[in-house]
């Protein structure tokens, strides 16, 4: 009978969980660096090409792409662009408060609710998100059109002109956005609420600390990691939302995302569509990094994984 050594027996086991290691590994490396690594390779040459005669990029490389998106034209500057850039940042600004303002009362709502109707209640949450964005949007359309009830209380209040209705407007975009990415910060709060330690709010209250109080030193810090992933899965993607803006703002409440989209079809100017998604990415990541740092500082130091 052959033994076998235990540096043999060691080297057959490391073998076979890096054979392991590559069957589950690779699928998901194959697919992120296919769909996700070389697309935006190619959208940041893209970004640093000449925009040719019928809008497509060619040589040789410039910067005249990044010049047209902060408003630097042959008629000299534009602040076009750059309050695009503004209304994004504010338009995401206000819908991520909101949604957060809604989301914190219905998740708490959720959990205090019996075990067997949470399942049902998160569903109702849930379901809206499961129709085609653009039919959602139709659906606002007809509801904040003028002649509508929305819109005639509206104007009974002073509110809009008459015949106007709340469609197409900035609030309409504001609305949209905040019904989108509802269900996107209510199940990470949810979450983080069926993990809070009732102790820390029953000492809170023993020490009679008012409800603000009680919530911001014992509610807050434990849902914090909740708060800040709803944030990410809500602020990015309406950074750079198209369909909302273009339906419910009607031209009146263009974004970034519709300023990129019009580069690639009816202005037909490719270099630039790749400028504006790089400014995208960029302001992604800052995001990012800035949610990191304030959910350490807010955490007490420790890290808060997003």
């Not at 697919?31 to 893209?46: C, D, E, K, N």
């Not at 750079?240 to 703002?249: F, R």
């Not at 270099?271 to 807010?298: D, E, S, V």
């Given at each position: ?175 949209g956005l905040v019904y989108n990415f509802l269900p996107f910060m209510v199940l990470p709060l949810y979450a983080a609420f069926e993990k809070l330690d009732t ?108």
């Amino acid at each position: 009978m052959v033994r076998t050594s235990p540096m043999a027996s060691r080297r057959r086991a490391v073998v076979s969980e890096t054979r392991h290691l590559l069957f589950t590994v690779t699928p998901g490396a194959f697919w992120i660096f296919t769909f996700l690594v070389l697309p935006s390779a190619y959208l940041m040459g893209v970004a640093f090409m000449t925009n040719g005669p019928y809008g497509l990029p060619q040589m040789p490389l410039s910067l005249d792409s990044f010049e047209r998106l902060a408003g630097v034209g042959f008629l000299g500057w534009s602040p076009g662009n750059l309050y695009t850039l503004l209304r994004s940042l504010w338009q995401t600004l206000v819908s991520t408060v909101l949604v957060v303002i809604i989301a914190y009362p219905v998740a708490y709502y959720i959990t205090t609710c019996r075990e067997k109707w949470r399942p049902i209640l998160l569903l109702l949450v849930v379901v809206p998100s499961w129709t085609n964005q653009v039919i959602r949007a139709f659906g606002w359309m007809n509801l904040l059109a003028p002649g509508t009830p929305l819109s005639s209380l509206a104007e009974s209040l002073g509110l809009v002109a008459p015949n106007m209705g709340l469609y197409p407007s900035n609030f309409a975009v504001t609305l949209g956005l905040v019904y989108n990415f509802l269900p996107f910060m209510v199940l990470p709060l949810y979450a983080a609420f069926e993990k809070l330690d009732t102790a820390q709010v029953e000492a809170a209250q023993d020490l009679y600390a008012s409800p603000i109080r009680a919530f911001w030193h014992a509610v807050f810090p434990q849902t914090l990691p909740g708060l800040l992933a709803g944030t990410v899965l809500v602020a990015i993607p309406a950074f750079g939302m198209y369909v909302i803006p273009e339906l419910l703002g009607g031209g009146k409440g263009m974004m970034l995302g519709n300023l990129v989209a019009n580069q690639f079809a009816g202005s037909s100017n490719w270099p630039l569509g790749a400028a504006g998604a790089i400014l995208m990415l960029i302001a992604t990541f800052i995001g990012l990094f800035a949610m990191r740092r304030i959910g350490k500082r807010l955490g007490g130091g420790e890290e808060v994984v997003i």
